[in-house]
């Protein structure tokens, strides 16, 4: 048996690899004993799956499983993003919920996400708690299962509609009206992924218009490497927006909880780029005060505005399994992941990229500013950031020996800024005078050993995305 790993987001693996069915039924019934062990059984739990190949079926087993362990699941009837199913476990006070989700991995792949009663991710301890009791499931063979119709049969599973209240939700969080009513132009890329028609239905009735690529189901994401809403990835929205006569680009990723975010003129805005603007519009126009939680990868321009609206900022390793209990911890305002993921107080403690997207929308209505005017009244206030990543694919045998060769670097300048210190609170760090870092990280979720950084400059960004290359091949 393939180990079953979770990362920082779940376990993921390759369809009919690693990633089978009943390899998901070890995890499944791994999880029913755990919630049995901790006394939360009779909660109940949520299913759910977004539009991945087999991800129906996968969802179904889990349900099996679950059932035939006597816990009542609540099956979402059709495929939809991961934060409607965090917020269906809120709402329906479930114990727990199971997302059947790769998330932006590519087609091949596809994952298990674990949620808490919270709708959060679930922390480190239950996951590894999980993984830690499946070597003996496989040995006494205990794996329980019932057929779907039986379960329904018996009433321990139940078929519900998480899309109506979750877009119900949206319509309380965000001013609908005022956006459906501004006659914008918006071009949304669902990328075959769960977020597709959600919009569209959102903003529908007024004079705003929304035109969505990909808003059909294909579980081969085609003309893209994987559903990742980045620029590489959006080469035909960037293009129609480029021509004219659009006001915005969106685009999600495969679940619908990370978020990309184009402007005006077909150049894609970062995600460092579009979590500032998020939190200076939260902070100078909506007038709201709270802590700020951000990961080691996210852009330092968030620092800058906690320092200039008095609020603070909390640093974290990467994902919602650490960012999300922090920012529930210090009632955040705002949380946000270079990852493209963002959650915002009064939502889920998780990301949610439809919500993001709209909030988006909502700035430029209520600023009158377009996208790229957003970023410029940002670098206004804070000064420029440019900032890319680089991934880097990894063989079976090479990441302990770029990780002993990354661990060993220590150069003096890196991109002719001094290295006044590293650390290694996620991956390895070099931070340079004036507070400019350079960041390699191996993924948690695919064989990528990943270098990003944020600099003053274009010109500086790519010195430093050099030096993190040959530190990776050599040590410096």
């Given amino acids: 048996m393939t180990p079953i790993h979770f990362g920082t987001d779940g376990w993921r693996g390759q369809i009919a690899d690693d990633y089978t069915f009943d390899n998901v039924r070890l995890a499944a019934q791994a999880t029913a004993e755990h919630r049995q062990r901790a006394g939360t059984a009779a909660q109940g739990a949520v ?27 609540g099956l979402t009837a059709s495929a939809g993003p991961t934060p409607a199913l965090s917020l269906a476990v809120i709402q329906r006070g479930a114990g727990a919920g199971i997302m059947i989700t790769a998330s932006h991995n590519p087609a091949r792949w596809n994952g298990y996400k674990l949620k808490k009663h919270y709708g959060g991710s679930a922390p480190p301890a239950v996951t590894c708690a999980i993984e830690d009791s499946i070597p003996a499931i496989v040995a006494e063979g205990r794996v329980r299962t019932m057929p779907l119709g039986e379960a329904e049969s018996r009433g321990l599973v139940e078929r519900f509609d998480q899309r109506t209240p979750y877009l119900a939700r949206l319509r309380e969080l965000v001013d609908i009206e005022a956006i459906r009513e501004a006659g914008l132009h918006v071009l949304q890329d669902s990328m075959h992924g769960a977020a ?120 974290t390793p990467v ?53 790229s005017q957003l970023v410029a009244a940002l670098y206004d206030e804070v000064g420029p950031h440019e900032y890319e990543r680089v991934d880097i694919t990894l063989r079976g045998d090479e990441r302990d020996a770029i990780r002993a060769r990354v661990a060993a670097a220590n150069p003096d300048r890196i991109a002719g800024l001094r290295v006044e210190s590293r650390d290694t609170l996620d991956g390895f760090r070099f931070v340079l005078e004036g507070g400019w870092w350079l960041l390699l990280r191996f993924s948690g979720t695919e064989p990528l050993l990943r270098i990003c950084a944020e600099m003053p400059s274009t010109m500086h960004v790519q010195q430093a995305l050099q030096v993190g290359q040959e530190i990776a091949r050599a040590t410096l």
């Fill in 47 to 73: 299913v759910g799956y977004d539009t991945r190949f087999l991800s129906q079926s996968f969802a179904a087993a889990v349900a099996e499983v679950l059932a035939a362990n006597g816990i009542k699941v």
């Fill in 196 to 315: 597709m028609g959600c919009l569209t239905e959102l903003l529908a009735g007024g004079s705003t218009r929304v035109e969505e690529l990909r808003g059909s189901r294909n579980p081969a994401f085609p003309d893209m490497r994987a559903p990742e809403p980045i620029a590489p990835n959006l080469a035909n929205q960037l293009a129609t927006l480029a021509q004219g006569g659009y006001d915005v680009g969106l685009s999600n990723d495969g679940d619908a909880d990370r978020l990309g975010f184009a402007d005006e003129h077909g150049r894609f805005v970062t995600q460092l780029q579009t979590f500032a603007v998020l939190v200076r519009y939260l902070l100078k126009d909506r007038g709201e005060r709270g802590s700020i939680v951000r990961s080691v990868t996210m852009t330092r321009m968030v620092d800058r505005l906690g320092e200039r609206y008095d609020c603070p900022v909390y640093e």
């Fill in 319 to 371: 994902g919602f399994v650490h960012l999300g209990p922090k920012m529930m911890e210090t009632n955040a305002l705002i949380a946000g992941e270079e990852s493209g993921g963002y959650a915002v107080r009064g939502h889920i403690p998780e990301r949610d990229g439809i919500f993001t997207g709209l909030l988006l929308l909502e700035a430029m209505v209520k600023t009158g500013l377009s996208p």
